[in-house]
């Protein structure tokens, strides 16, 4: 893990793909691909706190992932309901706070009994922050930040005379969230598929090849290292980044 601490993205967002073509890859149900990506997903929460990486969203499920066969999707939320229950005590030793972004009151109330227990167990930490995207859509986003931004207007609590992103975006669920400055995609698919649309903005993007059940410490790290070697220029152009030469 060569980059050095400037160079290390706050926030590093993870589309987390691929967990079907390396089961098939072995003959396995997809349910074990999942399954060994659980397992990835509690080694790359490590080793992000351990790249001092402050914030890390998991796009563990999406708005659109109910549409597959209902085993799968049965098979999935039991996966989460065993991750939290499993690593609860986990997340409280080393101190990462975790937070959900989604629609996620439409969860199994399994599901939201142990979301809710984990989020008010390290509701006090400040390091490190877990996101999960949980039943997480970047329309159904926009949907609700508009319904909420209205009944903000409707009740006084905000101006229509206020055209600022910086109000608009207050209503997103990622409202307490820095903006993503790295998105990871696995299993080498080149969409964003609805995933954090607006907060990606200016986000780099890379593309790794690696299914996410192989996805290790060293292919993040690598990640990293691509993400500290390219230019963010933010709308500028490059030489008005360039520090002011001295005469
Ligand atoms: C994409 O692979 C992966 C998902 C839709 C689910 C991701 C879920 C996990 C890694 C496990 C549960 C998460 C947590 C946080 C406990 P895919 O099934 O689309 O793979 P494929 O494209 O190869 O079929």
């Not at 396995?28 to 999942?34: D, Q, T, V």
């Not at 997340?91 to 972004?101: E, G, N, Q």
Request: charged share 25%.
């Amino acid at each position: 893990m060569s980059s050095s601490p400037a160079s290390i993205p706050t926030h590093v967002a993870i589309i987390m793909d691929g967990n079907g073509r390396w089961a098939k890859q072995r003959g396995l149900p997809r349910i074990e691909g999942h399954r060994r990506g659980v397992e990835t997903v509690r080694s790359i929460i490590t080793a992000s706190r351990e790249l001092g990486i402050r914030y890390i969203t998991l796009y563990a499920f999406s708005v659109e992932n109910w549409k597959r066969p209902q085993a799968e999707v049965g098979a999935l939320m039991g996966l989460l309901e065993y991750f939290l229950k499993k690593e609860l005590a986990g997340l409280v030793k080393d101190k990462v706070r975790l937070l959900t972004i989604g629609r996620t009151q439409d969860l199994p109330e399994t599901v939201r009994i142990h979301l809710q227990k984990a989020v008010e167990a390290t509701a006090g930490f400040t390091g490190h922050t877990l996101v999960l995207a949980l039943n997480y859509g970047a329309r159904t986003e926009v949907v609700d930040a508009a319904r909420a931004y209205a009944a903000a207007v409707a009740s006084g609590q905000a101006s229509l005379n206020d055209s600022s992103w910086e109000s608009f975006s207050r209503h997103l669920y990622t409202a307490a969230i820095p903006d993503p400055d790295l998105v990871i995609r696995t299993s080498g698919e080149m969409r964003i598929s609805n995933f954090l649309l607006l907060q990606a903005a200016y986000a780099e993007f890379v593309f790794t090849p690696v299914l996410w059940p192989d996805f290790t410490k060293e292919d993040l790290a690598a990640a990293v290292d691509v993400y500290a070697r390219r230019e963010r220029r933010f709308g500028q152009t490059s030489d008005q980044l360039k520090p002011a030469a001295t005469s």
